[in-house]
T-cell receptor, first 115, second 114 residues
Framework: DADVTQTPRNRITKTGKRIMLECSQTKGHDRMYWYRQDPGLGLRLIYYSFDVKDINKGEISDGYSVSRQAQAKFSLSLESAIPNQTALYFC??????????????FGEGSRLTVL | AQSVAQPEDQVNVAEGNPLTVKCTYS??????LFWYVQYPNRGLQFLLK??????LVKGSYGFEAEFNKSQTSFHLKKPSALVSDSALYFC????????????FGAGTRLFVKA
């Protein structure tokens, strides 16, 4: 089983709909992230969380919200989806221990298409 | 501010030949540098990292990367390319002086021809 699991893997929706992407992890990491991948732009950070009570905006948080329901769960919501939010979304985790050097562990991605 | 540049959108190489995927970075503190690989319909996988010490770091699948502080570069290399190395490669940087955000380059697509 994957250490970082994202659901759904693929989703097609219409403009104005509310969408939730879910992420769960079994790595025991305290830090979780949501990234968006667009061709030619690499990965851009949407939100990140260092523990259950900590939520922070990333580079491109407008139009998105998140919830950290537990240490192992971090969900991303699009309150009212628009076509330019069509992208591949990745959840990632990392460890905050003293020896941590910050490598990220990624889920398989959630491909979202907004019509 | 941190930034990463991958100057080549695509690199083409014949199987058995050496490959290089270029990366330059900018960071105000100590650079923690990473390479990740993405195969089709998969998430990113960690390949290797430079934190400190020897400028030549070795990673998974026979890849290595050379840290050059004066040129602010961290090029990914492999002595002999395989068709199965064809994928999308991302360079990333984190400010090791207390920063927490990892910034990614735009990615370089590697095609290895048989």
């Amino acid at each position: 089983d994957a250490d970082v699991t994202q659901t759904p893997r693929n989703r097609i929706t219409k403009t104005g709909k509310r969408i939730m992407l879910e992420c769960s992890q079994t790595k025991g990491h305290d830090r979780m992230y949501w990234y968006r991948q667009d061709p030619g732009l690499g990965l851009r950070l949407i939100y990140y969380s260092f523990d259950v009570k900590d939520i922070n905006k990333g580079e491109i948080s407008d139009g998105y919200s998140v919830s950290r329901q537990a240490q192992a769960k971090f969900s991303l919501s699009l309150e009212s989806a628009i076509p330019n939010q069509t992208a591949l979304y990745f959840c990632a985790t990392s460890d905050s221990t003293v020896t941590n050097t910050g490598e990220l562990f990624f889920g398989e991605g959630s491909r979202l298409t907004v019509l | 501010a941190q930034s990463v540049a991958q100057p080549e959108d695509q690199v083409n190489v014949a199987e058995g030949n050496p490959l290089t995927v270029k990366c330059t970075y900018s960071v105000s503190g100590n650079p923690y540098l990473f390479w990740y690989v993405q195969y089709p319909n998969r998430g990113l996988q960690f390949l290797l990292k430079y934190i400190t010490g020897d400028n030549l770091v070795k990673g998974s699948y026979g890849f290595e990367a050379e840290f050059n502080k004066s040129q602010t570069s961290f090029h990914l290399k492999k002595p002999s390319a395989l068709v199965s190395d064809s994928a999308l490669y991302f360079c990333a940087v984190r400010d090791g002086s207390g920063g927490f955000k990892t910034i990614f380059g735009a990615g370089t697509r590697l095609f290895v021809k048989a």
